[in-house]
């Protein structure tokens, strides 16, 4: 059981909501409202991801950083992962796809926001390293760029783009295979950026405090291997749970399944690393914020959204195809852009962090009303 004072660390508060886990499983079996068995599974997702996080970062520290860095790109993301396969494979497509936009746009504007309220509330100003900043946000530029030439590809050749309240298109070979290949190059280009940041220019993505970011517990090898099995599976049979009751949830309470993949979604599949960057940064440690907030979304956009593509063509009833509607794209561009200003002078203050809250404040509500 968490002490008090370990609440407030990485690993300690997501435990409080490990009792969901069980709960969803009890819910669902006894079948009861939709809405109830999203509400407890989503919150039963957190704890299973805070889990996998630190068993990850356990083995991470143990193999060195070129096998921990593989091991971060692996598992970093699994919750996310694991939660819009069981999408893909149910054939919601457009679910899948707005998780991904909202895991972008969420640690972008959410969790940087956030992480420089926190950290600027007290301080003038932050510092933090202007050229890894810059590598990571040219990233995320490179990725959005390749995410979304197919849509508008199809915007010009094709049908149009995806309304909102969509679940699947099938927008036949041509697209597909575009979308397969564009999901390849971004593969091929996280690969070239692992060796860029693990091996050839590591200084620049290890700031000297790196290793006090995380709270160890001295896990063995053997330890956090199983507990990364059990979390694995505990947060498939939550995830199969939750996605399960996605359709009839929203809407029992009028909402669309847009709004809840692109902000419920991503959100609660992020919820403990989003609190690492907050906290790291209310320690005045902006350099690993920002690393966090812009390194996962250039993760997700390089690594998790091509993974998805090539898996769609075994899993679920056609390929996934990166084609994202008008809503998604006007977001992401926003998002990226401003990640890209607010970084390129290497000082964030806590206005900077209120200006990405409102940003993502207002996406929200135009993805509600959508």
Same mark, same amino acid.
């Given at each position: 059981?968490?002490?008090?004072?370990?609440?407030?660390?990485?690993?300690?508060?997501?435990?409080? !909501?490990?009792?969901?886990?069980?709960?969803?499983?009890?819910?669902?079996?006894?079948?009861?409202?939709?809405?109830? @068995?999203?509400?407890?599974?989503?919150?039963?997702?957190?704890?299973?991801?805070?889990?996998?996080?630190?068993?990850?970062?356990?083995?991470?520290?143990?193999?060195?950083?070129?096998?921990?860095?593989?091991?971060?790109?692996?598992? #970093?993301? &699994?919750?996310?992962?694991?939660?819009? *396969?069981?999408?893909?494979?149910?054939?919601?497509?457009?679910?899948? /796809?707005?998780?991904?936009?909202?895991?972008?746009?969420?640690?972008?504007?959410?969790?940087?926001?956030?992480?420089?309220?926190?950290?600027?509330?007290?301080?003038?100003?932050?510092?933090?390293?202007?050229?890894?900043?810059?590598?990571?946000?040219?990233? !995320?530029?490179?990725?959005?760029?390749? !995410?979304?030439?197919?849509?508008?590809?199809?915007?010009?050749?094709?049908?149009?783009?995806?309304?909102?309240?969509?679940?699947?298109?099938?927008?036949?070979?041509?697209?597909?295979?575009?979308?397969?290949?564009?999901?390849?190059?971004? #593969?091929?280009?996280?690969?070239? #950026?692992? *060796?860029?940041?693990?091996?050839?220019? /590591?200084?620049?993505?290890?700031?000297?405090?790196?290793?006090?970011?995380?709270? #160890?517990?001295?896990?063995?090898?053997?330890?956090?291997?199983?507990?990364?099995?059990?979390?694995?599976?505990?947060?498939?049979?939550?995830?199969?749970?939750?996605?399960?009751?996605?359709?009839?949830?929203?809407?029992?309470?009028?909402?669309?399944?847009?709004?809840?993949?692109? @902000?419920?979604?991503?959100?609660?599949?992020?919820?403990?690393?989003?609190?690492?960057?907050?906290?790291?940064?209310? /320690?005045? /440690?902006?350099?690993?914020?920002?690393?966090?907030?812009?390194?996962?979304?250039?993760?997700? &956009?390089?690594?998790?959204?091509?993974?998805?593509?090539?898996?769609?063509?075994?899993?679920?009833?056609?390929?996934?195809?990166?084609?994202?509607?008008?809503?998604?794209?006007?977001?992401?561009?926003?998002?990226?852009?401003?990640?890209?200003?607010?970084?390129?002078?290497?000082?964030?203050?806590?206005?900077?962090?209120?200006?990405?809250?409102?940003?993502?404040?207002? *996406?929200?509500?135009?993805?509600?009303?959508?």
């Amino acid at each position: 059981m968490p002490t008090p004072r370990s609440l407030y660390s990485t690993f300690g508060w997501p435990l409080l !909501l490990a009792p969901f886990i069980p709960l969803a499983i009890v819910l669902d079996l006894a079948g009861v409202s939709p809405l109830a @068995i999203f509400a407890v599974s989503a919150l039963g997702v957190i704890p299973t991801a805070a889990v996998m996080g630190q068993a990850t970062e356990q083995l991470a520290e143990r193999s060195g950083p070129g096998i921990g860095g593989l091991l971060n790109v692996t598992f #970093g993301n &699994a919750p996310e992962l694991i939660i819009a *396969l069981f999408a893909l494979n149910k054939g919601l497509h457009e679910v899948v /796809k707005a998780s991904i936009i909202g895991s972008i746009l969420g640690n972008i504007l959410l969790v940087l926001g956030v992480a420089m309220v926190a950290g600027g509330a007290k301080r003038d100003k932050q510092t933090f390293s202007r050229t890894a900043a810059g590598a990571q946000s040219a990233m !995320l530029l490179l990725a959005c760029a390749a !995410l979304l030439m197919p849509a508008i590809f199809e915007l010009v050749e094709g049908q149009g783009l995806p309304q909102p309240d969509d679940e699947r298109i099938n927008y036949g070979s041509t697209v597909e295979h575009l979308s397969l290949a564009v999901a390849i190059v971004l #593969g091929l280009t996280y690969v070239a #950026g692992l *060796l860029f940041s693990l091996r050839t220019h /590591k200084d620049i993505f290890n700031p000297p405090y790196a290793e006090e970011a995380h709270e #160890g517990f001295g896990w063995s090898v053997r330890r956090a291997v199983a507990m990364l099995a059990i979390a694995g599976a505990a947060v498939g049979v939550v995830s199969e749970i939750l996605v399960g009751s996605i359709s009839e949830a929203s809407e029992s309470i009028g909402i669309s399944e847009f709004f809840v993949g692109i @902000i419920i979604v991503a959100i609660v599949g992020n919820a403990a690393e989003h609190w690492v960057a907050v906290l790291v940064a209310a /320690k005045d /440690k902006m350099d690993l914020a920002v690393n966090i907030a812009i390194g996962s979304s250039a993760q997700i &956009a390089l690594f998790v959204a091509p993974l998805l593509v090539l898996l769609s063509f075994v899993v679920g009833p056609n390929p996934l195809a990166l084609v994202f509607n008008g809503y998604e794209i006007g977001g992401v561009l926003f998002a990226v852009l401003i990640a890209n200003f607010v970084t390129q002078e290497g000082e964030s203050n806590w206005f900077e962090g209120v200006q990405l809250l409102a940003l993502y404040a207002v *996406l929200g509500l135009v993805f509600f009303y959508a």
